[in-house]
T-cell receptor, first 115, second 109 residues
């Protein structure tokens, strides 16, 4: 089992640019969630997709968007990058939409640096 | 407001000493509580969850609804327990997790 895979591992962008981060869930998992982790903080929820539909959105501006493909992989897009977008972006997958017995599996993350 | 608070950024203990990592939460409704752990150079992973009432690697956590707490405990710390620990909560039927800021546990030999 390869686990949740994210690409790229590291990324350097300049202010104003756009970035796309990718995530492949564990085989059989239909839900993908995205989290932003700023240095010294816990992960903060950005989006959840289940069966290609958005199931939840965190308190992030419209510059952040995401989608899920028929094979359940997902992309997170961030437009008009700001210095404050520099963070580790984590992807997590689960079998179902969520709930008491659901377990999230996290990827290793994409470290985004905005200069 | 939905919030998870871990008051200690760093907890340092000696091997064999008891450990308690504190977690307090604020949530309107019946949340599900979790502890996630990140060992050095490894991914964030689930340690235990309230609903399972399990003990993993000697750790236990009891949900105290009156005090809105979910402290993580282990009677005798081991050096391999050194890691970053995050307390998190979610609502019913949702995959959204709200994380605390994390506590670094350092177990000294």
């Amino acid at each position: 089992d390869a686990g949740v895979t994210q690409s790229p591992t590291h990324l350097i962008k300049t202010r104003g640019q756009q970035v796309t981060l990718r995530c492949s869930p564990i085989s059989g998992h239909k839900s993908v969630s995205w989290y932003q982790q700023v240095l010294g903080q816990g992960p903060q929820f950005i989006f959840q997709y289940y069966e290609k539909e958005e199931r939840g959105r965190g308190n992030f501006p419209d510059r952040f968007s995401a989608r899920q493909f028929p094979n359940y992989s997902s992309e997170l897009n961030v437009n008009a990058l700001l210095l404050g977008d520099s963070a580790l972006y984590l992807c997590a997958s689960s079998r179902t939409e969520g709930g008491r017995n659901e377990k999230l599996f996290f990827g290793s993350g994409t470290q985004l640096s905005v200069l | 407001a939905q919030r998870v608070t871990q008051p200690e950024k760093l907890l340092s203990v000696f091997k064999g000493a008891p450990v308690e990592l504190k977690c307090n939460y604020s949530y309107s409704g019946s949340p599900e509580l979790f502890w996630y752990v990140q060992y050095s150079r490894q991914r964030l992973q689930l340690l235990l969850r309230h609903i399972s009432r399990e003990s993993i690697k000697g750790f236990t956590a009891d949900l105290n609804k009156g005090e809105t707490s979910f402290h993580l405990k282990k009677p005798f710390a081991q050096e391999e327990d050194s890691a970053m620990y995050y307390c998190a909560l979610s609502g019913l039927n949702t995959g959204k997790l709200i994380f605390g800021q994390g506590t670094t546990l350092q177990v000294k030999p």
